[in-house]
């Protein structure tokens, strides 16, 4: 059975820096590539960055750039999400995802179970 | 950047009954097109991808068409686990991915 499980919901302060994790299971983190996608209270879905299997690299959105950071632990199987300078408008659900598809043509298959992440003074 | 725009942003439908979601790109985006249904409370679950095929275990009521433009998915008979919102995903031209705003269906 493959599992994304996210890390637990967490509270920062304005201009703080936060890092949510997503450990896999049933497979390895190397068969896969993450991404990360948010969502702000009643809004739709933003796609945030992740690995790009077929230039091998990870890709970032323009907004997030600078202050999102994408790594991985292959020794544990987790992926991490890193955002910087949060601010009110960073309060949001954050899910991490698997890609699947070809030729540089990704979906997303799998979803973790999502980290809330409010900002708040 | 693609812009994906859905219609209706509610649509009301009785169980039982048809229902019909549009889904429209800004530019072609070929048959890069993925559906995902989203509960209160839950992660959003993939439906539908390359326009018209089916993810593992979603069931046949469900369909979905189109090409270049414009997509729709069609649900033939809504059941009670059916009323969600349902967002449409382009993956043609990234980055970035994008996403529709959603339809919620729920129940007339």
């Known amino acids: 059975q493959f599992h994304l499980v996210q890390s637990g919901a967490e509270v920062k302060k304005p201009g703080a820096s936060v890092k949510v994790s997503c450990k896999i299971s049933?497979?390895?983190?190397?068969?896969?590539?993450i991404h990360w996608v948010r969502q702000a209270p009643g809004k739709g879905l933003e796609w945030m960055g992740g690995f790009d299997p077929e230039d091998d690299e990870t890709i970032y959105a323009q907004k997030f750039r600078g202050r999102v950071t994408m790594t991985e632990d292959t020794s544990t199987d987790t992926a991490y999400m890193e955002l910087s300078s949060l601010r009110s408008e960073d309060t949001a659900v954050y899910y991490c995802a698997t890609i699947e598809g070809s030729s540089g043509w990704y979906y997303f298959d799998y979803w973790g179970q999502g980290t809330l992440v409010t900002i708040s003074s | 950047e693609v812009v994906m725009t859905q219609s209706p942003a509610t649509l009301s439908v009785s169980p039982g009954e048809r229902a019909t979601l549009s889904c429209r790109a800004s530019?072609?985006?070929?048959?890069?097109l993925a559906w995902y249904q989203q509960k209160p409370g839950q992660a959003p679950r993939l439906l539908i991808y390359?326009?018209?095929a089916r993810a593992t275990g979603v069931p046949a009521r469900f369909s979905g068409s189109g090409s270049g433009t414009d997509f729709t998915l069609t649900i033939s008979s809504l059941q009670s686990e059916d009323f969600a919102v349902y967002y449409c995903h382009q993956y043609t031209n990234w980055p970035p991915f994008t996403f529709g705003p959603g339809t919620k269906v729920d129940v007339k």
């Open positions: 390359d326009t018209s």
């Open positions: 049933g497979y390895t983190l190397t068969q896969l590539s």
């Open positions: 530019q072609s985006v070929g048959t890069n």
